[in-house]
T-cell receptor
Framework: GAVVSQHPSWVICKSGTSVKIECRSL??????MFWYRQFPKQSLMLMAT?????????EQGVEKDKFLINHASLTLSTLTVTSAHPEDSSFYIC????????????FGQGTRLTVV | GQNIDQPTEMTATEGAIVQINCTYQ??????LFWYQQHAGEAPTFLSY??LDGLEEKGRFSSFLSRSKGYSYLLLKELQMKDSASYLC??????????WGAGTKLIIKP
């Protein structure tokens, strides 16, 4: 099956610093990637849809200047949490669709972000 | 508004059968996913239904009734490793995934 690799798996950072999370599709080209956030015991919540070569589409309530998304190539999308605060601590997951397999969405391993 | 309902938590015994229900009200329908998620890990794909009926895949089966806005995931011969959260997600008319809150399944020996 298609593989999506997300890095890092976990990160601890100080309040006020920025953190970059990478999401790569390893064996297929993903024109669209999705970024989700999941707080403990809650559902996955879509933050933004990342399109290769264009600006990301953010969901209502998600600050685009705080959560910077770059999708510079067909196999890489990055999410940068800028000026992180403790309330940004969460599980961030990326997902990509293989254009040849529209019935599945493949997920990265997820990144556990803790802001102290 | 769009809504996906699943039970919050279920408990079952090892070796038994359990059915996890999911009801949905969404703007359009382009399929329904079931995912399994172990604590601290990303979801893994279990099934996708777009037509009415039962899809069987090993110990797991998924059923869909579009007219009733209803699906269930059936797990047979439960194993301890099946303890996880099970997420129902519907693809709406804009091809966006609408997620349920997940059902935490606890398996007891």
């Amino acid at each position: 099956g298609a593989v999506v690799s997300q890095h890092p798996s976990w990160v601890i950072c100080k309040s006020g610093t920025s953190v970059k999370i990478e999401c790569r599709s390893l064996d297929f080209q993903a024109t669209t990637m999705f970024w989700y956030r999941q707080f403990p015991k809650q559902s996955l919540m879509l933050m933004a849809t990342s399109n290769e070569g264009s600006k990301a589409t953010y969901e209502q309530g998600v600050e685009k200047d705080k959560f910077l998304i770059n999708h510079a190539s067909l196999t890489l999308s990055t999410l940068t949490v800028t000026s992180a605060h403790p309330e940004d601590s969460s599980f961030y997951i990326c997902s990509a669709r293989d254009p040849g397999k529209t019935t599945e969405a493949f997920f990265g391993q997820g990144t556990r972000l803790t802001v102290v | 508004g769009q809504n996906i309902d699943q039970p919050t938590e279920m408990t079952a015994t090892e070796g038994a059968i359990v059915q996890i229900n999911c009801t949905y009200q969404t703007s359009g329908f382009n399929g329904l996913f079931w995912y399994q998620q172990h604590a601290g890990e990303a979801p893994t794909f279990l099934s996708y239904n777009v037509l009415d009926g039962l899809e069987e895949k090993g110990r797991f089966s998924s059923f869909l009734s579009r007219s009733k806005g209803y699906s269930y995931l059936l797990l047979k011969e439960l194993q301890m490793k099946d303890s996880a959260s099970y997420l129902c997600a519907v693809v709406d008319s804009n091809y966006q995934l609408i997620w349920g809150a997940g059902t935490k399944l606890i398996i007891k020996p």
